[in-house]
């Protein structure tokens, strides 16, 4: 073994060591709040402000112990991240707050729908893996414009690409960021404004010193943050529920309740799809595609913006498919097209993410960045093969539990939520004896769209319900109220699955899942404590790594390399480090007024990413002959195919080609791409032969960091 | 088997590279076949029940990703023999 090697051996036990007392350690401390929780009464506030300060207070010192001026460690940590280390950062810079806090939820409401989401987040490894790591590790820069620039020749495809990275990377850091301020709020009970700015200034403290070496080193205690305060609730829910402590075998046993309770409920029933003859959609948990189309999320943005911005924008008008009133728009629910599609996307779209592709780049060598995948995916699946668990256990108590329950015999916690506005009771049943004028926000918009009319008959101030009775046209009345929506179900005090609604507002969505698991199993307050810190963990560690990202785009890629390239290296590095404030600001502005639209932006990264970032660098490898000219086409069509499909489909769901959604738009625009690459470089003269020797070089896995870098300064186009 | 560490570089390159290209084809099947197949035949799938969990949701859940796993381990093993044959081992630096 040599020196190098060996050192490396000797680095990473010593790491493994440290971390091996930091997670006992984390154990230890939540065993202690444990403990004075249940015996000492220690106050439920004191034990979230300990989980947070003792967490943040752990970033910080790692940010400053790993504080560094070097180039090097700033953007890409040293280039000496053991595999499993960078596989746990990955993890942990993957998996976002929507990983931690939404995922199951979406699975919760979409049942086998929402899986497209599972398989793709985690099928995309494979193409990293196979198409992608390695030679990125061995081009070995410092960012993906970096690559994208000197394999095409030139600082157009240069300035594109960092322009692509600044975009996404800064939608995505926004939506870190709203969670970060929403766990803060929850949990901590401070504003969400100030749980924005402390949080932010945690994740400043390490981006900021020590760049993607801090990154990195946080990231690792992050992710075992994370992993334990996911786990440990659902095996709790496990063993009380299926008595077998591992819930990702165990809950074969709740879909089966799930599938049995939907029979007895009447949820599930078939009905023939109108567009494929002879094929039928089932609604239900296990039973596929059932999701139709719908632009309410467009509409919801648009009164947002207006209401946010005092604009005057015109909301579209309001479309679902399937659409009773208009049969002849389609139904292409049963069939497998969307699902697909957005599956797809999701897997391209994550091979082509730059804050993931560049952890490549801090491995030591190209064996390593093969092996790293490999973990990062093992992190990354510890999560995502846990996460459908939690969905059918909650659903199944949910269906076991709470509906079709009196509302008056709801277990304890549905109240406590319901206080919390975390959940909302739609049973018209809990207005009687409300005073008039005080009813929750759900029945006043009810009453504003004139679907409710309340009128006080008796003149005691209160609403008053009565047995209900059919009036006509539609509507029915019991008592003081009546309208269309007073239907027998919805005054009956008993809750059906419809009536069990979630405050919107909060942004994150379906996040009720794994908040409320901690209640429904009966778990003490610290276990949720400790939810709330990964929570916060998954979503620092995201927006730590998006923010050297956007930093190194600017100060790297269009400042260094395109306007300045004298620069010093003294110069490039406080340049890095002011753009991470910047970008931290500007993240921090765009999330203060909550637009539900930073979230269907992220998704929409993932569609943009599939068509652009993915066939550039895949056929860049692989094909020796695409060009400059052939790339720089391939993703503006792509982008412009993609762009199209989804800003259309989005406002009017009648537009779409075998019911794909926006959600998958890049199915279109990657194929697009790869057309317009393979036809403008075939027409157009063929790469220089330095470029062709450096894909030659890059497909040659010993890794020669310097021999690379001389290559490139002879490669550097004339100025 | 003759020494390939020995041929002209040229060659050399030639075959390592179609080597590694057809490990990665082999590996994209069956990366295919474990994710898009079975939500072509998800229905049918999930006739099938094992404790519990009927086989289409199964694969969506928990054995596409199982699969996932093992393939991209199984091109890191497979790539380093693959480098040492060709005489193009990362390992002593």
Not at chain 1, 145 to 170: E, H, Q, W
């Amino acid at each position: 073994m040599s020196a190098s090697a060996q050192s490396q051996s000797v680095f990473r036990n010593r790491m493994a060591r440290y971390y091996g007392y930091f997670t006992i350690g984390f154990i230890g401390m939540s065993l202690l709040m444990l403990l004075l929780e249940i015996f000492a009464g220690l106050p439920t506030q004191i034990i979230s402000w300990v989980f947070l300060l003792l967490t943040m207070a752990l970033y910080a010192t790692i940010g400053i112990l790993s504080r560094t001026k070097l180039l090097d460690e700033y953007y890409v940590a040293g280039r000496n991240v053991p595999a499993v280390f960078n596989g746990m950062a990955t993890g942990a810079d993957w998996m976002s707050a929507a990983s931690f806090i939404s995922m199951a939820g979406t699975l919760w409401l979409l049942g086998y729908d929402g899986l497209a989401y599972i398989m793709g987040w985690t099928g995309g490894y494979v193409l990293l893996a196979l198409l992608f790591a390695p030679y990125l590790r061995k081009f070995g820069q410092y960012t993906i414009p970096d690559f994208v620039g000197a394999r095409f020749g030139g600082n157009t495809a240069r300035v594109v690409a960092a322009i692509c990275a600044i975009i996404v990377s800064l939608t995505y850091v926004t939506a870190q960021v709203v969670g970060v301020g929403l766990i803060m709020q929850r949990f901590v009970g401070v504003d969400y404004a100030i749980g924005v700015v402390l949080g932010l200034s945690g994740v400043l403290v390490c981006s900021f010193l020590g760049g993607m070496k801090a990154v990195t080193w946080t990231q690792v205690a992050q992710y075992i943050i994370l992993i334990i305060a996911y786990l440990v609730p659902v095996t709790a829910l496990s063993i009380q529920l299926t008595g077998f402590p591992i819930p990702q075998l165990s809950y074969g046993q709740a879909l089966q309740g799930i599938q049995k309770l939907e029979e007895q409920q009447g949820l599930s029933k078939q009905t023939e799809s109108p567009v494929v003859k002879g094929k039928f959609i089932t609604s239900g948990y296990i039973p596929p595609f059932n999701e139709g189309l719908s632009n309410a999320a467009a509409v919801d943005a648009v009164k947002q913006l207006n209401t946010q911005f005092g604009l005057n924008l015109t909301p579209p008008a309001a479309q679902s498919i399937p659409d009773p009133k208009k049969p002849e728009l389609g139904d292409w629910r049963g069939t497998p097209w969307n699902f697909l599609a957005l599956m797809a996307c999701l897997m391209l779209g994550t091979a082509g993410l730059p804050h993931i592709l560049i952890r490549f780049y801090t491995v030591p060598s190209v064996r390593e960045s093969r092996m790293s995948v490999g973990w990062s995916l093992f992190f990354i699946f510890l999560l995502y093969f846990t996460a459908p668990a939690y969905a059918a256990f909650s659903r199944w108590q949910i269906l076991e539990n709470v509906v079709g329950k009196q509302i008056s015999e709801l277990p304890s916690w549905t109240k406590t939520w319901a206080s919390n506005g975390l959940i909302v009771i739609r049973d018209l049943k809990v207005l009687d004896g409300v005073e008039i004028g005080k009813e929750p926000g759900w029945v006043k918009n009810l009453i504003n769209a004139k679907s409710l009319v309340v009128e006080d008959a008796n003149g005691n101030g209160k609403i008053d319900l009565g047995p209900w009775e059919d009036i006509g046209e539609g509507k029915g009345r019991a008592g003081e109220i009546s309208g269309t929506v007073v239907t027998k179900a919805r005054v009956d005090g008993i809750l059906q699955l419809n009536e069990l609604g979630r405050a919107v507002a909060d942004g994150i969505d379906g996040d009720l899942v794994v908040l409320s698991t901690p209640d429904i199993a009966g778990l003490p307050f610290t276990i949720g404590a400790m939810i709330a810190a990964g929570g916060l963990a998954a979503a620092l560690s995201t927006a730590d790594g998006l923010l050297v990202v956007i930093a190194s785009a600017i100060a790297h890629d269009i400042y260094f390399r395109t306007i300045n390239p004298k620069a010093s290296l003294n110069t490039r590095i406080v340049l890095g480090k002011s753009m991470i404030v910047v970008a931290a600001v500007i993240a921090a502005l765009l999330a203060m007024p909550r637009l539900a639209l930073i979230a269907q932006m992220v998704a929409w990264a993932f569609s943009m990413a599939a068509a652009t970032f993915f066939p550039v660098v895949l056929l860049g490898i692989f094909w020796k002959r695409a060009n400059g000219p052939g790339a720089i086409a391939g993703m503006i069509g792509g982008l412009a195919v993609t762009l199209f499909y989804m800003a259309n489909n989005y406002v009017n769901p009648a537009f779409n080609v075998l019911g794909i959604s926006h959600l998958g738009s890049g199915i279109f625009g990657l194929p697009v791409a790869v057309i317009l690459i393979v036809v403008v470089s075939l027409l157009t003269k063929e790469p220089s032969k330095e470029i062709q020797d450096l894909v030659d070089n890059l497909r040659n896995p010993i890794t020669d960091d310097e021999g690379m870098s001389k290559m490139l300064d002879k490669m550097a186009p004339a100025k | 088997m003759s020494d390939l560490t020995k041929l002209p570089v040229a060659e050399r390159n030639r075959r390592y590279w179609q080597e590694n290209l057809r490990l990665i084809t082999i590996l994209l099947v069956i990366w295919f076949a474990v994710s898009y197949v079975p939500v072509l035949f998800v229905e049918a799938l999930n006739n099938i029940v094992i404790a519990g969990f009927p086989l289409g949701y199964y694969m969506g859940s928990q054995g596409s990703l199982i699969v996932f796993v093992v393939e991209i381990f199984y091109y890191a093993y497979a790539m380093n023999k693959l480098d040492a044959k060709y005489g193009l081992s990362d390992r002593d630096r």
